[in-house]
């Protein structure tokens, strides 16, 4: 019985440095894509723009969130709206 705890355990483990790596791996592809600011840089409300407009809602959802607070609703519709073009802005 502990060895399967033990190797479901290792499993989960497993999983989850799988997961950071690639959540990792995400954000600097799109920081390499120019996307995202490099680290120290404060977000600005262009970056959201640039995201929402490459399709990367959530990162976009992200870093608003960063810059305006606010919930979780509030950040998607802004993103969405931004998403849908040029008349799309940031409140």
Do not use: C, W
Not at 39 to 63: H, M
């Amino acid at each position: 019985m502990s060895k399967v705890i033990l190797v479901v355990t290792g499993f989960v483990a497993m999983g989850l440095f799988i997961a950071f790596a690639q959540k990792r791996q995400k954000a600097e592809h799109i920081r390499l894509q120019g996307l995202l600011p490099s680290p120290g840089q404060v977000p600005t409300d262009e970056d959201v723009k640039r995201l929402a407009e490459a399709g990367e809602k959530i990162s976009a959802i992200k870093i608003y969130r960063q810059i305006h607070g606010g919930g979780l609703k509030e950040a998607k519709e802004a993103v969405e709206n931004l998403a849908k073009g040029p008349s799309g802005s940031v409140e």
